[in-house]
């Protein structure tokens, strides 16, 4: 499955502020493009769509940054793809010629179980997956 560089990246941003959610503790910018590895200026336009979806919030300023809106385990995947690709859920299958409504349908069976999936699985989930640095001694 082929996911946009959107989606991972709002899922990455996602992980790293659940790593640090504790509700009121902010997250700069630049501090999550860097551990992410993305670019910044992507980032932002990322970060405003989970924003107006209610999945982050944003402080301004010198002390500014972004926070979870919710407990990760609040956010499943679906919200994430809703707010930044909602074309993933939309199946594009006709239902022209003789086969068309059958094709049809069997697509819409596995976009639905696909929707479930996603629901299914949190932010919480994810982050706790995700490995952190290692250190050694």
Known sequence: MKISQKLEYACRALAQ?????DAKTLTRLEQLAKREAVSANFLV????DLRRAGLIESRRGKSGGYLLARPPREISLRQVVEAVDPSLLQPSVSANGESGAGVRQAWN???????????DTTIAGISQQSGGPMFYI
């Open 17 to 21: 502020l659940a790593r640090q959610h």
């Open 45 to 48: 336009q990322i970060l405003n």
């Open 109 to 119: 069976r596995v976009s639905e179980a696909l929707a479930t999936t996603l629901e």
